[in-house]
């Protein structure tokens, strides 16, 4: 074997014959000697030193540590290489000598890969399993390896980090490997040093955690979609549920008929009129005995969902704020209000006022009722990607970063056109309801509050919008109305809205 030009001008010496070059002796500081004393006790070694020979004495101008170390351990030669240079130059050479380029985080990842003998052995639940990477939450999980040669490998790689970092580390690589490009942006901040490793971690399980969330969704809409469903109709006041089971309904969702706003018609069925009573008093008084009897009907964890506007007859009536008064009064929690901002409002008087266009649908469980269920609804993004964005948190002062996703959660402020008559015009055109609601801003709600499978009650079913977008979504309708128009209208929605949906399951049994 040919031995290398550098090999042939390096000299075993003598401990005792060498010594640190005066010039390097005034920049001395202690170090980190442990990772070297460790690489030179397993493996000898491995790099000469460098310096001066000067009358038989050797002056270290670089290799401090190994020549402490080699002390240290008792050794009594040392590999040195006589590289000749002046005094003036020993600081310059040695700081060239020095300087290496900054290990990018990835490299680091890479180097303890290669080091603790995982590299590209296995993939997905195995290298999980190899990593310990499934429970991060506890500090001393650290996969097949151990807790022990991760930190073996910070000091053997003299790396800047913690074992528990570089495990960290390790798993971002990992998410590197999968996210070609860097689209995301994580790798980014980190070697930008906008943020360090946790930061960079934190952020990635912020994505796996976002896209449990999308798969769940998707799942949900699946099961919704494949879901037998059915639905009944009741001409009568929604006064007597005695036609359906109790511990039944996951949600009633309804919009009454608002105080002393419109005349329906057929409204016999009923001991008074509802929406015409005197007073703002004897109409909420009249809202709770609805609500009442929906309350043993209702499965434990459910809710009640009234959708209410405001009457400006006689002035402000405060109805909405005294409908959630008499709601806490009579047995139920307030869960939320939301508010149903009207786009396509038409215009009434409105002296004194800006014109209203708004209702507020309020969400309410039975006191002492356990937790709702709930699902986040979510919607398309603004930035409509998984993207590491610059955060806005007041907590941070709006330095933080945060996981943009390609989907985000509604807020409580929902913003839709009242009813269309596209919406039904379909089923009949000459069909007319003085106050129909639109299937969306029902659907919000079916999607929030219910799963496919549940039942779900609309006491005012009118049009039947809220039950075409139960039955839309696998959950199956119950209503009542005392206007049997609505009824047979209804039942003719209905209908079609099943149909639709059989032919909807056979086209997607011959696409698969
Ligand atoms: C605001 S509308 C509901 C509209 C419905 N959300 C839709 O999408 O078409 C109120 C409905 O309540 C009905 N109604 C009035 N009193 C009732 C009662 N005691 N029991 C059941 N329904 C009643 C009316 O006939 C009317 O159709």
Redesign the pocket.
Known sequence: MVQSYLEKQVQELSIEDIQIHPEVLKFIKPKKMDHIEYTMKRFGQQMPVLGNMVDGTFFITDGVVRYEVAKKLGLETLKCLDINIHNEDVIRVRMTSNQRTKMSYIEMASYAEHTLGIIGTSQGKQRNDLLGMEIFEEDENFGLPGKDRYELTCHLLDLPVKASTLRKLIEIKRFEEENPGNKIGILKGLDEGIYKVDKAFQLIKEKQKKELELGEIIQRTREGRAADVSYRLFN????DLSDISDNSVRMFI?????YQL?Q????T??E????QEGTVKEYIDNEMR?YEGAKKKLLPNGVLVV?IGETYRGGYQGVCTKMEVALEENGWEIVDVNIFAKTNQKAAPHEGRFLNSYERIIVAKLKGAGTVLFNDVKRPSSIGEFKVIPGSSRVTGGCGNSMASPISSITNVLTTSV?QKSEYSKIDDDFY???????DI?SVFVEAYSNPGDTIG?????????LVSALERGRSGLG????IE?IEF?TDRLDNCLKEREQAKIGLSIAA
Request: neutral net charge; glycine residues 10%.
């Open positions: 009568k006041s929604s006064l309804q919009s009454p008929p608002f419109r329906y018609r057929n409204q069925g009923c008074f009129i509802h929406g609805f959708m009813f309801h003085q106050a129909p609601t639109s299937v029902y609309d006491m005012f079913v009118g049009t039947g919008s809220g009542w109305d005392v206007d609505s209804c």
